[in-house]
């Protein structure tokens, strides 16, 4: 015990170094804490702070007024019936497919999905069939292939028990036609899921204008939260399937195990809320940014943008060749480049990465967004002589 | 939208009424953050703070050295081959049973089981099968009945997939004797699910000393940590179980969806760590706290504590006949007492509960545990005159 003692120490002090940079990893960015939100951090910061006067449900808390939130404002927000809080959205993800699938069930996905859709479908024991992507250049999903693929499913024998559709990937950032395969989805009597982990809170998302029957945001990714915490919707005709009751316990829901995130992630999402419904309509002005970012780094020989262009997202998957020949020329090999950024003030990149990887511009300022284009082209001149 | 907006600005500014009070809610006392954690949360309050540099596993994260905290000083500190980080106790409970049982399948619990375990259960479509306690007035569970249970179930036909021990139950804060029941576990090859929530953090708890395969604990209830986050560990023999990694995400844990308690909670967790040791060392100071109180109010005519009693525990049970005879004539009805509480500087009893209620004194000073027998005690002579 003493040498444990004495050997913690060291976790009393941790500070976080990224602070101080201009931050470009996409998980980073939507999840910054409003002011609003930062400014009642200390408050709520104790384990299960939310819960003071909870008579069993978190979601049905009146002080602090979680029940409007949740049952009110939440719905009116992601176009649903009924909403409820995840601990994330790969949590809700595994709520809905364990609600509706049993194991050997097939299930339908987009394969820009994200890993955590997989893994959530490995863990309820359903197989996993996926639309293909156009690959390179764009990896663009052609909703019609939806279609196609819930008909050979059923060709096989089987009944897809759910169809999904990252809105958008968290690769490329690409938004296909997500009302285009809900109604298809509804064609084919195929309960639809939007994964809105990127885009719930950063863009305008409505899950019944795009005919979803479960939509999964994330707090801590796109809603100015504390992690972690998701948000869950869904339409009357699932709530019931989504969110049944125990029967030994006749208010707790069982696919949330009563209850989920409480404490901190919850109040901050809600403080955060005003800010980020403010910030969904400056919308155009984000993806304005970012394409003009592309823009301006694609002057440098070799780098393009992957993904459908345009880009329709904050998101944005680079290609980087130049980064590459340099890096093996370069003494630190692959992590010249994270090095270089860090002198000046940019991390984010994923270390060791140079032939592509992605960023977000989301929330930087219009001067901060002109640091991170001068700053990959002065690198790319400080190196262009190791280059033949 | 405009509407939402304007109807939403009341999030921004909510307030914590009961960090005033001293707070009896035993959800509550050991959920209070360390000094040095609440130094650090505005650093960490963002999003996904701690995934900076995450390599792709939560639990490998070298900056902040979460790596060196799952997997070297977790792991030591409850007694288990391998740990990781969950969302709470209760969703460490269902990977345990998801891992273990299919529907239909079997698990044995204490009867004095928390209602999540059953819901987990629920969840997994698992049968619960209890170890009856000996009921009023000391709900005790008898370690030989596990045996007895499973040699039941045995000759149903059935072989028990889990058996889970509550330690202490939320209730009455009865420790059983977890190595005996381990033991038996053991002797009929049943797996062996110790519930620390209200231990873990909070006294010595080893799971190898108390023969259990698998612990959970959770980090805002007794851990002094911000929720939600819980700590899972296991044996060598059930690591590679419960920790099986996705066959197409090769480094990722399906059961954890591949992360878990992103954000603040892991680093107040690690940063409340060495407070937690320490605290830990204080538990006979704690209990004796306890028994002082129990002791001190039990002199109120017909007030008692319920559970084993000494009570080896800060979470206890009272029994309060003479506040109900109370209520029953008071104008505020039920909530008298804890109107009353409240001028005195208390909360925390649940609201309208004048019969009986359950408590924690932990880490409340003495000064602080004698206003609160003070004020029981004033109460019941303010109102003993409405007593015949």
């Known amino acids: 015990m003493e040498n444990l003692i004495q050997q913690s120490q060291k976790f009393k002090d941790l500070h976080r170094e990224a602070l101080k940079y201009i931050n470009l990893n996409p998980l980073q960015r939507g999840g910054i804490l409003s002011d609003a939100a930062r400014k009642i951090v200390n ?15 978190l979601d049905l808390i009146k002080n602090p007024p979680i029940e409007e939130f949740v049952h009110d404002k939440l719905p009116k927000f992601l176009g649903t019936y009924a909403a409820r809080l995840t601990n994330g959205a790969r949590e809700g993800k595994f709520a809905v497919m364990h609600s509706l699938c049993e194991k050997g069930d097939t299930v339908l996905f987009d394969s820009n999905a994200h890993y955590s859709s997989f893994v959530a479908a490995e863990r309820v024991g359903a197989e996993v069939v996926t639309v293909p992507n156009s690959e390179y250049p764009e990896f663009k999903i052609d909703e019609n292939l939806y279609a196609e693929k819930i008909e050979e499913i059923k060709k096989a024998g089987k009944e897809p028990k759910l169809a999904l559709l990252t809105y958008p990937d968290g690769n490329y950032g690409n938004l296909a036609d997500a009302k285009k395969v809900g109604k298809i989805c509804r064609e084919y009597g195929v309960p639809f899921l939007l994964n809105g982990a990127y885009s719930v809170g950063r863009m305008p998302v409505n899950a019944k204008k795009l005919n979803a029957d479960f939509v999964v945001g994330s707090g801590h990714k796109s809603m100015a939260a504390s992690g972690p915490i998701g948000v869950l919707g869904t339409t009357s005709e699932y709530e019931d399937v989504l969110f049944r009751k125990s029967p030994k316990y006749k208010i707790k829901e069982i696919e949330l195990l009563g ?12 403080a955060s809320f005003p ?3 403010e910030r969904i309509r400056g919308w155009d002005e984000e ?15 070799g780098i393009k943008p992957l993904g459908i262009q345009p880009t329709e997202h904050d998101l944005n998957f680079i290609e ?10 370069h003494k630190k090999r692959g992590y010249f480049l994270q090095k270089e950024l860090k002198a000046r003030g940019i991390v984010g990149i994923k270390p060791g990465l140079t032939n ?6 989301y929330l930087l300022t219009t001067d ?3 640091t991170v284009a001068d700053a990959f082209l002065e690198i790319y001149e400080k190196y262009e002589d190791l280059l033949e």
């Open 43 to 57: 408050e709520w910061a104790d384990g299960y702070s939310v819960c003071d006067y909870c008579g069993g449900c």
């Open 287 to 301: 993806v304005s940014n970012a394409r003009w970012f592309l823009d301006k780094i694609s002057g440098i020989p």
């Open 275 to 277: 800010h980020v419904l």
């Open 368 to 370: 901060e967004i002109k």
């Open 320 to 329: 980087t060749p130049v980064f590459y020949e340099i890096s093996k020329k």
């Open 259 to 270: 209850c989920t995130s409480r404490g901190l992630p919850v109040i901050t999402l809600m």
């Open 356 to 361: 592509f990887f992605k960023l977000s511009t």
